[in-house]
């Protein structure tokens, strides 16, 4: 009986310690010290493709004039993957064989050829030439494609029926 009853102080002296220290050293509670959160962020991205590849004219008069949007092209500058407003810009950077490009203000001779672009229906229509690149559109907003057409002037003569081939880049930029 004496075990029982010392038992008994014990468990009771136990509990009482326990609660009369309880409010002296509350028990730890665990806190976030370190949280995260994310940066999102997007490089801007020039993106330039432009659909239709070529444009054969086949066998032209001298002294015609050719337009892409009357036989059936119509070039799109494909820019869905641009994440900034940009100017297009053209510029002939390889001339023909035989041919030159007329220079800017001026028109065709013989075997000089002028290229006008538009990008507004003919609104507006600027010439393109090999010196330096020509801004076609401007301010294009981000993602969305520009469509343009061309011009082609045939030299008013030529020295030569060979086939002509001329590359124009088209560049973009940022606005």
């Known amino acids: 009986m004496q075990k029982t009853i010392l038992l008994k102080i014990t468990l009771v002296f136990l509990i009482l310690t326990s609660l009369t220290f309880y409010p002296l050293h509350p028990p ?7 949280d995260t959160f994310d940066i999102i962020v997007q490089g801007e991205y020039l993106y330039i493709n432009i659909t239709n590849t070529s444009w054969n004219l086949g066998v032209v008069a001298m002294g015609s004039h050719h337009w892409t949007n009357e036989t059936g092209v119509t070039w799109i500058a494909d820019l869905d993957n641009t994440s900034v407003n940009t100017d297009l810009s053209l510029q002939i950077t390889n001339d023909a064989a035989d041919w030159s490009a007329a220079t800017s203000g001026n028109g065709p001779g013989a075997d000089v050829y002028r290229l006008n672009a538009s990008s507004d229906n003919w609104s507006t229509e600027h010439q393109i030439v090999t010196a330096s690149d020509t801004v076609i559109a401007s301010n294009i907003p981000a ?5 343009f057409d061309t011009r082609f002037d045939a030299p008013t003569s030529t020295s030569t029926g060979d086939q002509q081939t001329i590359t124009i880049t088209a560049t973009l930029a940022k606005h």
Do not use: E, F, I
């Open 143 to 147: 993602g969305n494609n520009q469509t």
């Open 28 to 34: 730890q509670v665990s806190a976030a010290t370190t």
